[in-house]
């Protein structure tokens, strides 16, 4: 007997079919071969590139995971300058780059290769799975188009860096294709397919915090099908309880250790940036905010069009019962709601990556269905979307040598540090990842991220001297110093307060690298300077 399940299926396939005939099968192959080779080859590549290309590939917060992994595995704690414990990580990334430091040894640039490779396979997978969803579900033939949009320069970025991002998209298209073959998202899939959604969403939660907003979305949608369909609310309500036991146990388990080890439930990382809501706070838009509008605004015009395509095709919408994309496209917009009212700063591009995931799944279907009433434009937009990928290509390795050029100058401090300054020496400094790292010495982060909570509230009461003499800083570090007279500020921002402004005398200068050039600013790459060091003479002259 056919399950209602698999009856379903058989009429999505069958309806793709008389709209693509054989053009998945004729697609999919070089696009899927493309797909793997790529991602693989880099995944090879990063285990013998230079290591100057190793640390351009890299973000500076990549560092701060290197550097607590590697702490951890000495045996000092959860810490980024050895003595302080923090919590400014993403748990479940965290946990496999410790377990990479463990496994690695002492050689500081074999554990960042193998989780660059790590990071290049996590991409491999969601490109798998991405293509074989959109050729057998969502839109047959144009597999090819998805794998070419995670070539897009901020995707490819944060999912390449270094960072816990490419984990989150590998977990989340995972999620997805469960959503599509098995239906757990839908309240039809009984206490059992929400138990396995709710377990998938604290996977992805654990991966990167902010994808919580994943639950709510779906627990929304099924607060929707019960006030349209009040004869399945026990049905509905079953399913919800499910995603309910899935979710917490994980996700318990994390809040709980915060808990207990740091007195917290947020991390630091988040604490720091975040302020009580504020609708007034939603129209100061950064670049960053700004490009998660864009990315927001365009998930919801996709939505609307796939919407109204399938209506004129098969003269009804299904789109929210049958799909799981209005789930993804509702977390992102709670995620921007959080975004623009609590984060007063640190909105950073990488944030907005579940965004691309959800467009790399939406934009082949409104391709698809569009050119299915218009075949005639087929080819000059397979033609179009290749010169796409070859200028995304371009704009990729722009970026990666203008961060090559910056961390450069980094490496050469973080050098300096280790040849010229006594073993026990302490720097404060704001983007401290790299440094820290590769200075082996004790660097005391300044912006608050990877630090303890008594620093923050000491920033937070304008008096962060008594913190840093306590901890025996002896030097001051900046990234982009630029004098004003005999006088360098560091900008320190502060929720719902002025930003503190710390004062460095020219006088105190020991250190000062050679100048790295500003990028350009599409690039969307912190302007640069000079990365500064100044002995700490006890008092930074503060002002806000």
């Known amino acids: 007997m056919v399950s209602p399940r698999q009856t379903q299926a058989n009429k999505d396939r069958a309806t793709a079919c008389t709209f693509a005939g054989n053009a998945a099968s004729s697609s999919a192959s070089w696009a899927m071969r493309l797909a793997v080779a790529i991602p693989l080859l880099a995944a090879l590549g990063a285990l013998i590139m230079p290591r100057a290309w190793i640390i351009a590939m890299c973000s500076d917060d990549a560092f701060y995971y290197f550097t607590i992994a590697r702490n951890i595995v ?21 946990l496999i780059c410790t377990g990479i430091f463990y496994l690695a040894g002492s050689d500081p640039d074999l554990p960042i290769r193998l989780i660059l490779s790590l990071n290049f396979l996590f991409a491999l997978l969601s490109v798998y799975i991405t293509i074989r969803l959109v050729n057998s579900y969502l839109a047959p033939g144009w597999g090819w188009l998805a794998g070419l949009l995670f070539a897009f320069p901020p995707l490819f970025g944060a999912m390449t860096n270094g960072m816990e991002t490419g984990l989150m998209v590998a977990c989340t298209s995972v999620l997805v294709y469960l959503c599509c073959v098995y239906r757990i998202h839908r309240p039809s899939s009984g206490m059992l397919g929400g138990l396995v959604f709710g377990l998938g969403v604290s996977v992805v939660t654990l991966a990167r915090l902010d994808s919580a907003f994943l639950l709510p979305a779906a627990a929304c949608l099924v607060m929707l099908r019960i006030l349209r369909e009040p004869g399945q609310a026990g049905c509905v309500l079953r399913h919800g309880l499910g995603m309910a036991v899935g979710f917490l146990p994980l996700f318990g388990a994390f809040v709980l250790w915060n808990l207990s080890y740091f007195g917290m439930i947020m991390p630091i990382s988040g604490q720091v940036k975040s302020a009580a809501p504020s609708l007034g706070r939603m129209l100061e838009l950064t670049d960053n905010k700004s490009l998660g ?27 929210l019962s049958e799909s799981s994309l209005p789930v993804l496209g509702l977390a992102c917009l709670f995620h921007y709601a959080y975004i623009a009212m609590c984060v007063s700063w640190g909105a950073y591009w990488w944030h907005f990556s579940l965004y691309g995931l959800v467009l790399v799944l939406l934009i082949p279907q409104v391709v698809f269905l ?30 990666i040598f203008y961060v090559g050029q910056k961390h450069a100058s980094w490496l050469a401090a973080a050098q300096w540090i280790r040849d010229e300054l006594p073993a026990d020496a302490v720097i404060g400094m704001k983007d401290a990842g790299l440094v820290g790292y590769y200075s082996f010495r004790q660097v005391v982060n300044l912006d608050g991220k990877a630090n303890e909570r008594a620093y923050w509230t000491s920033v937070l009461e304008g008096n962060p001297d008594e913190y840093l003499k306590t901890r025996g800083v002896d030097y001051i570090a900046e990234v982009s110093a630029c004098y004003h007279g005999d006088i360098a500020y560091m900008r320190i921002p502060r929720p719902q307060q002025p930003a503190l402004l710390y004062q460095m005398q020219r006088k105190n200068e020991v250190y000062r690298s050679r100048p790295y050039h500003a990028p350009p600013a599409a690039l969307n790459i912190a302007v640069p300077g000079l990365l500064t060091i100044w002995q700490y003479d006890g008092s930074l002259q503060l002002s806000s």
């Not at 810490?79 to 990334?93: K, R």
């Open 293 to 319: 509008l864009l990315l927001l605004m365009t998930i919801g015009l996709c939505l609307l069009l796939t919407g109204l395509l399938r209506r004129h095709a098969h003269g009804r919408v299904a789109l």
């Open 74 to 94: 000495e045996g000092r704690g959860c810490t980024f300058d050895g003595v302080a414990p923090t919590n400014g990580f993403h748990p479940l990334y965290m």
């Open 370 to 399: 569009l050119t299915s009433a218009l075949p005639s434009v087929r080819r000059p937009f397979a033609a179009a979307c290749v010169i796409a990928f070859v200028g995304f290509g371009c704009l990729n390795g722009l970026r």
